[in-house]
């Protein structure tokens, strides 16, 4: 079973910084990698899949990149409404969906 | 509008069942991939079920042989029955619909209901 690392666990930035998040698998999946925002009391979001492609409707300051075992969630410019926990997600064979653990994005 | 929205949580007591139930507008549940997620409190999220287009149904190793998930096209309604509960299966229960727009082979969850409280507890 492919395991799924996210690091930092929580990371604290200002508005207006660039924030970078990693996600690491332990064997290659590829470029079969997706990253999800969760704010609190709500489902999470789609943001980026196949390591890259921007889900419909986000904004262009996330964007992703990576592929085989190391993947990063770039988000150009922080907003006050990107504080969220961040989720990567990959798809396999078995089983077919895995989530990271999590980074925490807080303000400074 | 397109929405999926959960029903069915609430309190069972270990070893109890419940069925969980995700209603969907907007689109149809026959020709999408549909799936449950579960959080559990201040937790990360849990891949639980998956179910296909073609009928075929994939479970999390943790809950094959207790939970089933089917779907009634009729209703529209994608479903999560839920036996020999656990303690450890408390969580809040997301149902999700497959981005079609990705690859092939992909398999992220673009439309979420807002979830429902599993709380298994005696």
């Known amino acids: 079973e492919i395991v799924l690392t996210q690091s930092p666990a929580t990371l604290s930035l200002s508005p207006g910084e660039r924030a970078t998040l990693s996600c690491r698998a332990s064997?290659?999946?590829?470029?079969?990698l997706a990253w999800y925002q969760q704010k609190p009391g709500q489902a999470p979001r789609l943001l980026i899949y196949d390591a890259s492609n921007r889900a419909t409707g986000i904004p262009a300051r996330f964007s992703g990149s990576g592929s085989g075992t190391d993947f990063t969630l770039t988000i150009g410019s922080l907003e006050p409404e990107d504080f969220a926990i961040y989720y990567c997600q990959h798809r396999t064979n078995w089983p077919p969906i895995t989530f990271g653990q999590g980074t925490r994005l807080e303000i400074k | 509008e397109v929405q999926l929205v959960e029903s069915g949580g609430g309190l069972i007591q270990p070893g109890g069942s419940l069925r969980l139930s995700c209603a969907a507008s907007g689109f149809t549940v026959s020709s999408n991939y549909l799936g449950w997620v579960r959080q559990t409190p201040g937790q990360g999220l849990e891949w639980v079920s998956v179910i296909y287009s073609d009928d075929s149904t994939y479970d999390a190793d943790f809950v094959k042989g207790r939970f089933t998930i089917s779907r009634d096209n009729s209703k529209n309604t994608l479903y999560l029955q839920m036996n020999s509960l656990r303690a450890e299966d408390t969580a809040v229960y997301y149902c999700?619909?497959?981005?079609?727009?990705?690859?092939?082979?992909?398999?992220?969850?673009?439309?979420w209901g807002r979830g429902t409280l599993v709380t298994v507890s005696s």
């Open positions: 999700a619909r497959r981005a079609a727009y990705t690859s092939n082979w992909g398999l992220y969850f673009d439309l």
């Open positions: 064997q290659s999946v590829s470029s079969y």
